[in-house]
Every structure is written in C-alpha cells, then in structure tokens.
C-alpha cells in the first residue's frame, strides 16, 4: 500500500451531470432523512461530489483514513459491496468515513483516481491515494483490506481514534506518539509522514531513487514486516532498473528469447512501470510454464518481487498468485 499523489483531470460528461442532477432533485423532493449524507449513520457514511472532494475527502483525511467506494446505480456487484463497507464503517464508529462516488455523476473524479471497472475501493490518507481493490470481495477479506490501511495510517502519524479534533483531540495525539515506533504521532511530520516515509518521498520527488532505497531498506531492518517500506522499496527498485534498460533492445531480445527469464522480466519490469500489470504477470507466468529448474526459479522469484508493489489482497496479485500455485503445484 504505497500513497501517490492524485489530482483531478478528464473531461465532463453532461449525460451523468444531468442524471446526477435529476437524483439530487428526486431525493430533495422526497424529503427522505436517509437520502442526506451522514444522516442515520453518525456521519460515518457520506456521498461525496467533485465540488465536495476536497473537503469531504483529502481534508478530512489529514485527520481520519477516509475509505472510498466508487459504485454506478447500474453495477450488480456494487450493491452487493456497498453494504458490508456501510455496516463496518458504522462497527468503527468514526476511525474511518467511508466515502461513496457515484462514478457516472462525477467524470473528472473518475477520471483522476482512473476507474476501469466497478465497484473499487480506495482509501485516502493524509491527503494521499492508497491502492485498494476491484470487485465485491467478501466481507472477510474487506476487513483485512482495512486493517491494513489503518496499518498504513499509523504509519503515516494518524490517529485510529479520527475524530473532529475536539476536546481531546491533543490528547489523543500524544497516545498515538507514544504508541508509534520512535514516538512518530501526527504532528512529528511535515504532511503527516513519519520523517523517514517524508525523507523517501522527497528523494523521489527529487530522482534520487538511491536514497529512497536507503530510507525503506534502513525502515525494513528496524521492522522487517513494515508494509509500506516494503512496497516503496518494491517500488523504487522496479524505477531504478527500468531506468538502467534500453527499451527497444530489451523488447528484441524478449521477443528472439522467450524462454530467457531475464529477458523477460526486463520487459515485465518496463511493462510493470507503464501500468500493464496483467501483462506483466502473464509474461512471467508464461516464463514458469514453459521453463524448469533454475530458468523456473528466476521467473517465480522476479514475479514474486513485482507482487510486493502491490497490496497482497489486490485482486491483479490474487489472480496471479493463484495462477503461479497451479503451476507450481
């Protein structure tokens, strides 16, 4: 779970604005209490908009994660999905808000956090994207999934107990410092990072992608099981190799030698870096098919490598884990 800036983008839809515009005007007229955000719920469960992104959403997470469920009134699994995140974002009483985006009534915020296909979820910490998945997962996977954004939350300085920030709110701040590794709390960081998740992040901004390393693996010795340094160094390392590569001559060497497992991970690596994530996958999967022995290690460690950039629950990884157990097994 590796947090990526994210900004609005893409063009308007006047088709889904005018739908959109005729629901609010339906549940105004119905006057029904269930139909306003928050209402029912102790404001746990919100509707979100692009006009109330902002506020709804990026600021308010800086203090609480704010879980989003992006769904259409069209889309079977949604209304399958939708439930289970309102009953267990009402069961957390406030440590996170659970945000709904109608995708259709909303194109540029679709467009921004890059919606494929529905319902997915994504969660948003201090004021920053953290993967999340696609499809209705079970309702025991979704807890897990949320555990370890408040797992990242803590990591990031924020506070499980969410909150208005009213009476208390300094208190909870300094339980928070003491209970997080080298009493990082919410104030220690400037963003809301932890130093050395601020440091990382600061040499990538920058290139440095070096130094980026040095901070996760400095992280990963201290607590070996961190998931956010483990994914950023993950991360980093895929940046750092497929800056070293020659696309084009790594590309002609995949295609003359399709059973070399270096030069396939190559282009998985380049694939990977562009966003093609199944294709990369698959490319390596192919590899462990058609080899054995060392040739077959060398595909399965690489591909296992990749696995980490992503949450383990990521539906992509799911499927592909899967696939690499058959073979394997």
Known sequence: MQPRDFSLYGA?????????????QQAAQSGNADTDPGVGNGGVVIDVTEQTFNTDVVERSRTTPVIMDLWAEWCGPCKQLSPVLEKLAVEADGQWILAKVDVDANPQLSAA??????????????????????GALPEAQVRQWISQVMGVAAKMGLSAAGGDGGDGAEDAADDEAARSPAGVGPQAAAGGLPPAYAEARDA????????????????????????????GLAQ?????RVNSYDEAKVRRDAAEHPSDPEAQSRVADIDMASGRIDEAFDRLLGVVRRTSGEDREKARAH?????????????????????????LF
């Open 303 to 327: 591909l296992v490598g990749l696995f980490d950039i992503y949450p383990p629950r990521d539906p992509r990884v799911s499927k592909a884990r899967a696939a690499l157990s058959a073979l």
């Open 12 to 24: 308007v839809d006047l088709g889904a604005r005018q739908a959109a515009a005729q629901r609010r």
């Open 204 to 231: 990538m901004e920058r290139g440095d992608f070096d130094a980026a390393a040095r901070v996760f693996e400095a992280e990963l010795a201290r607590a070996p099981a961190d998931p956010v340094a483990k994914t």
């Open 113 to 134: 956090l890059q919606v494929q296909s529905i319902p997915m979820v994504v969660a948003v910490i201090g004021g920053q994207l953290v993967d999340g998945f696609l």
């Open 236 to 240: 980093v390392n895929l940046i750092r």
